[in-house]
């Protein structure tokens, strides 16, 4: 189907369910999730299921796109506005909660993969972009493009820059295409990753 008929809007919540399914599906075989999760992809699908459920219990404060082709959901990004992006203690503690099921080993790893990328972590104020997924099957049809150029639009307007951390040299491309640049690499769990800045308009930074 093409991209044409795709339309973006807010993820409603009564579509957490749905979004958290295409995150899950769609971030299945990234290599992070492989290095967190294990060879399994079924096991893997399961624990980011866990994961994104906790990130949409607690994170509610995000500005969420869907993108949807006719009633179903296929592409869903978030992003969190400057000062916002980390989560205060108490959400830690509950998102961690809701991933408790995913084993203890792995969730040691997804505590070393936060605070891996908390330690590039810009002081500078910034939109914090991320997670973003189409889902499999659907991926290379222009509609990860589709999303980023709303997100690009809304940060140009407010003149403000953006951040994001990716484990995929293919998405520093996607990214790059979209006006972000890299500014540092660093390996996660073992795994090449890349922590790229979108500048604001009119900004210092
Ligand atoms: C990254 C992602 C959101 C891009 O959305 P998309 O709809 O597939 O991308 P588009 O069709 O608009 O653009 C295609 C470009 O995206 C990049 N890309 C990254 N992963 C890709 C994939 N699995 N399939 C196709 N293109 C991909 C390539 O640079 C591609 O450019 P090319 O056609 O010149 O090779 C999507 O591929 C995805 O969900 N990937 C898996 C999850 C993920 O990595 N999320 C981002 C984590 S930081």
Redesign the pocket.
């Known amino acids: 189907m093409s991209k044409d008929i795709i339309r973006l809007r807010p993820i409603g919540a009564d579509e957490t369910e749905a979004a958290v399914g295409v995150l899950a599906r769609?971030?299945r075989d990234?290599p992070g999730h492989v290095a967190a999760f294990g060879p399994d992809p079924e096991t893997r699908q399961r624990c980011l299921d866990l994961m994104f459920r906790g990130l949409f219990r607690v994170a509610g404060q995000r500005e969420t796109v869907g993108a949807f082709d006719g009633e179903t959901l296929v592409?869903v990004a978030a992003s969190a506005p400057p000062g916002e992006c980390r989560l205060r203690v108490g959400q830690q503690a509950r998102a961690a909660a809701t991933m408790i099921n995913i084993g203890p080993r792995r969730l040691l790893r997804v505590l070393a993969w936060q605070s891996a990328w908390g330690r590039q972590h810009p002081d500078w104020p910034h939109h914090h972009f991320?997670?973003?997924?189409?889902d499999r099957g659907?991926?290379?049809?222009?509609?990860?493009?589709?999303?980023?150029n709303e997100f690009a639009d809304r940060w140009d307007r407010t003149a403000e820059p953006a951040y994001?951390?990716?484990?995929?040299s293919?998405?520093v491309?996607?990214y790059r295409?979209h006006g972000f640049t890299v500014i540092g690499e660093a390996p996660v769990l073992g795994r090449p990753n890349w922590f790229l800045r979108r500048p604001g308009l009119s900004t210092a930074h």
């Open positions: 769609g971030m990234n592409g991320g997670p973003i997924a189409v659907r991926q290379g049809q222009g509609i990860g493009s589709l999303i980023m994001l951390e990716t484990d995929k293919e998405n491309a996607f295409r």
